[in-house]
Structure formats: C-alpha cells, structure tokens
C-alpha cells in the first residue's frame, strides 16, 4: 500500500512517514518547500520519497497525485498559527490554505478513488459547557478563522470524498516543531514565576502516538468522524504545565522545580486577550475509537515522559 503525506515537515506529518517506514510501507512525503526542510534528525522521513507540492495549485495537486497514484492521502499540512490568523492581510492565505489546498486534494481523492485522511481540530466548536463534544456532533461555532477555515476543509472532505476519515486532534505535541511543552521549558528557565491559564480544558496529543493510530485506522474502510487526543483525563493548561515542570525536575532538572520557577494559574480573562479567541471546553469524546476497534492512545502523562526523554533542553 502506497501513501502521500503532506506537510512533512510539521510536527505530525515527520511522525507518520516514521511510523508508515516502520511498518514497511511506501510512502511519499511533501509540503511546500523545494526540499524536505523539517527537523535533520537522521530518521527516516529525511530518507524517504519527497515532492514539493503547493497544495493551493489544484494542477499540481492533480498532477503529482495522478502520476504517484497512492491508495490513501493522509491530509496534514495547515495554517495552525491561529493568532496570525486574525490578520486581516492574512485571512485570505489561511483561506487558500486550510479550505481550497484540501478542497483541491479532495476533488482529486475522489476522482481516483483514494481514500483520504484529514486532520481537524477541537476549535471547530464554540467551546462552551463542559460535556465532552462527540465526533458527530454538527454543532459547529469556530470562534476564530483558524477554526472556521478547518470547519470549512471539513466539509469540503465529507462533502466531496466518499472514503473520508476525519480526526479531530487538540493540543498537539511533536519532536518536529514548536508545541507548548517546548515553550515553558524554554521559559521556565528564564523566569522565576509564570502565569497559565487554568480555565481552558482539554487532553494533549504526542505526534509520535498519534501517528500509529492514523495509520492503523487508514488500513481500515472504517470510514467517518473521529476524537483522538492521548488519555489521561482533562487537564488545564495549568495542570500540564505542573506536570511538565515535575517530570522534567525528575530528570534532573532543577531549574524546573516550584522554587527556581513557580507556576501561577490565572483565568483567561486575567491573562488576557489574545487576538483569537480561544475555547474553554476542548474536552473531546473518544470512546468512538475502542467502539470501531482502534486502540486507544496512552495517557498524556505517559506520553509526557516518553517525549521529554526524546527532548535535549
């Protein structure tokens, strides 16, 4: 079985190529640049096929999927920087981006019969209440363009695609790339105390996880809407920055531990706006994963303490 990756050289996309080499599979990695430009770190998507594709030229895109011929497109290449998002001279990109670059992959998919994956995001809700929201659930309210345009490249793939899979993932976390827990390490060296934000709920997702479930599920013709962050329960932003500080304070970190940094939780409101507005609720039902026979990821808290023992900080 043949696959096309995009955006390689993201934080998800560098997961799965690794995790289709592993199983054996071929796999043809892309994203915008002339040359594979993610992270140098000897593993096998650096070795693997590569095409530079522009995802918003719909020629091209019929173009390489047509002469490749894959069995399946796994879809993760986005616009995910979400305050820029809200700028006015930016909107029409993020647009080109997220809903004509999947619309183009789409329109392909179906015409030659390949099956598609598309990565979306919790922000396709309001975030409102504190009842976990269900991968069929159409009760769409994005808050924010980011939102809005990953709502839209829902639906063009459930509208155009026959064999869809579409995953909500929140909260992500990779080796390939920038992610919150990189963020406070970085900060927790440098600061004697950090506000968090406390009053926005939802589980982390590690790429490395996350991947060998894509893959599993694409195998399949199990085909519709589905939730997949780690387990481990719903957490603040606070609670996992906490919990980042003990584990890395664990390895023999003390610059991480409460008396070298103390870690202050705050409202949204006391933190402040940001130029998006962000969900409160991202708590994300996945029980539909062991329903359809897909194991479940691990705990967040375990996925923390792989991922920090991969990190040099």
Not at 169 to 195: C, E, P, Q, Y
Not at 226 to 253: C, M, P
Not at 264 to 283: D, I, M, Q
Request: charged share 25%; hydrophobic share 35%; glycine share 8%.
């Amino acid at each position: 079985m043949k696959f096309f990756v995009t955006g390689v050289a993201g934080q998800l996309g560098h997961d799965v190529m690794n995790e289709l080499h592993k199983r054996g599979f071929k796999g043809v990695g892309s994203d915008i640049a002339p040359v594979y430009s993610g992270i140098q770190d000897h593993s096998p998507v650096t070795e693997m096929p590569y095409v530079s594709m522009d995802i918003t030229d719909a020629r091209a895109v019929e173009n390489i999927l047509t002469q490749i011929k894959p069995d399946a497109v796994i879809h993760c290449a986005a616009w995910t920087a979400v305050d820029a998002a809200e700028d006015e001279d930016k909107q029409e990109k993020v647009r080109l981006v997220n809903v004509t670059g999947t619309e183009n992959i789409a329109k392909v998919c179906q015409k030659l019969d390949i099956k598609m994956m598309y990565l979306s995001t919790d922000y396709v809700f309001d975030g409102q209440g504190e009842s976990p929201w269900d991968p069929d659930c159409k009760d769409y309210k994005p808050l924010n363009v980011y939102g809005q345009t990953k709502l839209d490249g829902e639906l063009a793939v459930s509208g155009l695609v026959s064999k869809f899979f579409i995953i909500r993932i929140a909260w992500v976390f990779g080796k390939n790339g920038k992610n919150f827990i990189k963020t406070m390490l970085s900060l927790g060296k440098t600061h004697d105390t950090l506000r968090v934000v406390n009053d926005q709920i939802g589980t982390p997702t590690y790429t490395f996880d996350l991947a060998r479930l894509m893959v599993d599920m694409i195998l399949t013709d199990k085909y519709g809407y589905y939730h997949a962050t780690n387990e481990g329960g719903y957490i603040s932003w606070y609670d996992f920055t906490k919990e980042i500080f003990r584990q890395a304070e664990a390895l023999g970190h003390p610059e991480y531990a409460p008396d070298h940094c103390h870690v202050y939780p705050v409202t949204t409101a006391e933190y402040g706006a940001s130029k998006a507005a962000r969900p409160f609720n991202s708590r994300l039902d996945k029980s539909k994963l062991a329903k359809c026979g897909f194991t479940p990821l691990p705990t967040w808290q375990d996925a923390l303490a792989r991922y920090l023992k991969e990190l040099d900080f």
